[in-house]
């Protein structure tokens, strides 16, 4: 996923990462909606603080704080994780956590801050890479280059 590198080695995240936001080519994959990413300086007159984004994709660490403070501060970590959740879906259709349907955010979030993860399994380098982003931990996940050239070697 080249163009989350870019955008990481420019310290910039997107803090939006899900399907709807991939545009997948045959020779390149474009990430758009930069709505909520941040990374440079905003005027203090149109910034805001950064509530989560579609909890589907949320990083652990990002659900957590949202729960207890009403906002959070997104990292390139939670990026990677919420890209390894959006292909997880997109690939098989089913969600990496474990919650009703028809679960209201607060309990979605419950979810993916501490819940059991679902068991899906993807056989390969894509299903130990998706594992690998989608680490509890942040410090545990790869960096988008690292996707990117491990994406390049699976597709």
Do not use: N
């Amino acid at each position: 996923m080249a163009a989350l590198a870019a955008l990481h080695r420019k310290r910039w995240v997107h803090c939006d990462i899900q399907p709807a936001h991939l545009i997948m080519g045959s020779e390149r994959t474009f990430l758009i909606d930069l709505a909520l990413a941040q990374g440079g300086p905003v005027p203090d007159a149109v910034d805001f603080a950064y509530r989560g984004c579609l909890v589907h994709y949320e990083a652990p660490e990002i659900a957590r704080s949202v729960l207890q403070t009403g906002f959070a501060i997104p990292t390139r970590e939670s990026d990677i994780y919420a890209l390894g959740a959006s292909l997880m879906i997109s690939a098989t259709g089913k969600r990496h956590v474990q919650y009703p349907d028809d679960a209201d955010r607060r309990d979605q979030r419950r979810a993916i801050a501490d819940g059991p993860r679902q068991r899906v399994e993807i056989p390969g380098l894509l299903g130990s890479l998706l594992t690998a982003m989608m680490a509890r931990l942040p410090r545990d996940r790869p960096t988008a280059d690292d996707v990117s050239r491990e994406l390049a070697r699976v597709l």
